[in-house]
């Protein structure tokens, strides 16, 4: 770590960097920064900055205000977007409280912990996402909605089209930033469009997330387009999610490979997937946090409704895909309910909170869902006993706040927090007409 930092002044002193903005997420995943100046990095790295922190959401109350971020060495980037001029760079940071303990509100250290007792059973955690969103003409919403930037569907080729320079340019600024794209196109809704991040481990991962959307965000302004996350922006189109890769290695051994298991997918991973599928309702709300969520859980354009999993089933809310037959080190499975607008980092603590407890305790995995779950009648998918997820924001509050998994993986700062940030936005929701969610949903994400 003192080689890191060390690399860091130097970089900023050589580069000429002028602000470093040291970047923090709160509770419900909204990026957080405060920039400084070269000559207190050193002092931030040693001592931590001083924020106050009853002015973020969730983080403290107002007779407990003052909280310290310190900066990741590990995360040093410059930004590209902010020119060669008075070059800006950017490191995310870890919070603490003034006697130096982790800050127990601090989505990052929420992670940071639960990867921890997963390194206690000798497990380290990828994950790799596909992050969908939309461009739109502009953030506007008139009578006929969000006006997105092109007609144009899966996987089409928009000749000159904005989508297709704005991809060439996203990625090209995520790669300078080091972080590793595997591939982009464009999906099935009109503007909407696909990245895919390379496998990382969990935390980088979440990092890499955040810092997705800000570029997202600031390519999309550079071209005079607007880009959204929000889950379902039209009513009559596919909304947006963040289908992730998930797999465990014991050292550089994926513990998901089994050759002669079904599937190549071994015990380790049967019971992962299993954990996940019976917890999945209890951590819905936190993967899919919006009122809007739901719009995209259940309207239909294979969005996944029902806790089932399935081999190349994408009507299942858990896909086992097997690209690479044979090759161990790609095995993994698929979560496909996770909005591209979740806190990453509380989402995947969660994920993998499930599935440890699904390994610990030898949960038995379902049987397959091998049908099209869509097309089976209630009745039918009553009779194979696939479980629907929860169908609004306050059913999956009611699940939430009745789960001892969630509770004791988030802390009780950043449980409580969530259900009552969430339940007065469902109240707000209420309270309103629908196009109050809308209006004031894409503006935020």
């Given at each position: ?5 060390d ?40 001592e ?42 950017r ?36 994950t ?28 089409d ?74 889950p ?42 299993a ?34 999993w ?9 896909r ?13 499975v ?58 609004s ?30 339940k ?19 503006e935020?994400?």
């Amino acid at each position: 770590m003192d080689k890191q930092r060390d690399f860091v002044l130097r970089t900023i002193e050589e580069r000429g960097v002028k602000f470093i903005r040291l970047w923090f997420t709160d509770v419900v995943g909204t990026l957080k920064m405060v920039a400084v100046a070269p000559a207190e990095i050193e002092g931030a790295f040693a001592e931590g900055l001083g924020i106050d922190g009853s002015s973020i959401e969730g983080f403290t109350r107002a007779f407990e205000a003052d909280v310290l971020a310190h900066p990741d060495p590990t995360t040093f980037q410059i930004l590209p977007w902010r020119g060669e001029v008075d070059p800006t760079a950017r490191m995310f940071c870890d919070i603490t409280t003034p006697d130096g303990q982790p800050a127990a509100v601090d989505p990052r250290h929420v992670l940071k912990r639960q990867l921890e007792k997963a390194a206690d059973l000798g497990f380290t955690f990828y994950t790799h996402p596909e992050v969908e969103f939309y461009l739109l003409k502009s953030s506007a919403y008139g009578p006929n909605g969000p006006e997105p930037v092109d007609s144009a569907g899966y996987f089409d080729n928009v000749p000159g089209g904005t989508a297709h320079d704005f991809r060439r340019r996203a990625v090209r600024m995520l790669e300078d930033l080091g972080i590793s794209v595997e591939f982009s196109h464009h999906e099935a809704g009109p503007g909407q469009n696909e990245i895919d991040l390379r496998y990382a481990d969990a935390l980088t991962t979440a990092d890499n997330i955040m810092t997705f959307r800000t570029v997202v965000k600031e390519v999309a302004i550079e071209q005079g387009v607007y880009a959204t996350f929000m889950p379902k922006p039209m009513a009559s189109h596919p909304g947006s999610g963040m289908h992730t890769h998930l797999s465990l290695f014991e050292g550089d051994t994926n513990a998901f490979f089994d050759a002669g298991g079904k599937y190549q997918l071994s015990a380790v991973g049967r019971s992962f997937v299993a954990g996940v599928l019976k917890h999945a309702p209890e951590f819905t709300a936190i993967t899919n946090q919006f009122v809007n969520s739901y719009k995209r859980l259940w309207g239909g354009h294979e969005a996944p409704s029902y806790v089932t999993w399935g081999h190349n089933n994408r009507s299942a809310l858990v896909r086992v895909p097997l690209y690479k037959p044979s090759k161990g080190q790609s095995a993994r499975v698929e979560y496909r309910g996770i909005d591209s607008a979740a806190n990453p980092y509380l989402a995947f603590s969660l994920l993998l909170a499930a599935g440890l407890k699904g390994i610990e305790n030898n949960y038995e995995l379902p049987a397959e869902a091998e049908d099209t779950v869509w097309e089976l009648s209630e009745g039918e998918r009553r009779a194979l006993g696939y479980e629907p997820l929860p169908a609004s924001l306050d059913q999956a509050l009611v699940q939430m706040e009745n789960s001892e998994l969630v509770a004791e993986t988030l802390g009780e700062r950043v449980f409580n927090y969530f259900l009552l940030n969430k339940k007065r936005e469902w109240e707000a929701y209420r309270a309103q007409v629908t196009p109050y969610e809308l209006a004031s949903n894409l503006e935020l994400l």
